[in-house]
């Protein structure tokens, strides 16, 4: 059975910097693209980040672009996520899921973790 579960979330100030970690079970992990997505109160879950089954590709968010980076050991069947100089609108619930494909669209994937929680404070 496929399971997804992130760690690394917390409070941070603005500016700061958090390493999100998603660790992979149960799945064929260096086969899938992984992606990051958040979600904020009464906004829609939006895409983040992906990378491919090797790391080679990776694509961003325009509203993340220059600020995180998204990286994969396979060996460790983990997925990382790191987030530099963040601000107040980065507050959300962090998601990694899985797919097949190289997606954008939340709904295309088709596992997911439980989300963890990152608070960006002034």
């Known amino acids: 059975q496929a399971q997804l579960v992130e760690s690394g979330g917390g409070l941070v100030q603005v500016g700061g910097s958090l390493r999100l970690s998603c660790a992979a079970s149960?799945?064929?992990?260096?086969?899938?693209?992984m992606g990051w997505f958040r979600q904020a109160p009464g906004n829609e879950r939006e895409f983040v980040a992906y990378?491919?089954?090797?790391?080679?590709?990776?694509t961003y968010s325009d509203s993340v672009k220059g600020r995180f980076t998204i990286s994969r050991d396979n060996a460790k069947n983990t997925v990382y996520l790191q987030m530099n100089s963040l601000k107040l609108e980065d507050t959300a619930v962090y998601y990694c899921?899985?797919?097949?494909?190289?997606?954008?669209?939340?709904?295309?994937?088709?596992?997911w973790g439980q989300g963890t929680q990152v608070t960006v404070s002034s």
């Open positions: 899921a899985a797919s097949g494909n190289y997606y954008t669209d939340y709904g295309r994937y088709d596992y």
């Open positions: 149960g799945v064929t992990f260096r086969s899938y693209v």
């Open positions: 990378i491919g089954p090797s790391g080679r590709r990776t």
